[in-house]
């Protein structure tokens, strides 16, 4: 993998994005299954719906950011480079090469 140089505020929206996915994961899987929903014997509330529509919206916006982030238009090749920041955003530390 090539050697990058990420701004701190973009690790900083990646860490955040992975912390939205898992915040997503977390309520989805606190919602009945669609076994027991289709089956009648449980049901999603509205307040799980909006707590979910929430964590999405949160997850895109986020999402968003990263996509818009000034520093991929010098980034040179960005499939690699969005790799790169996302297995720097895991470990916690920049990868080079």
């Known amino acids: 993998m090539a050697d990058f140089d990420f701004p701190a505020d973009l690790l900083e929206l990646q860490r955040a994005w992975y912390a939205a996915d898992a915040r997503c994961e977390e309520v989805a899987a606190s919602h009945p299954s669609a076994r027991d929903v289709v089956a009648g014997v449980a049901e999603v509330t509205e307040e799980q719906r909006a707590e979910l ?7 895109l916006d986020l999402s968003e950011k ?6 991929w238009l010098e980034a040179g090749d960005v499939f ?3 790799q790169a ?3 720097a955003a895991r470990t916690g530390d920049t990868p080079t090469e």
């Open 53 to 59: 529509a929430q964590a999405r919206a949160e997850r």
């Open 66 to 71: 990263l996509q818009r982030h000034p520093w």
């Open 80 to 82: 690699t480079a969005k």
């Open 85 to 87: 920041l996302r297995a």
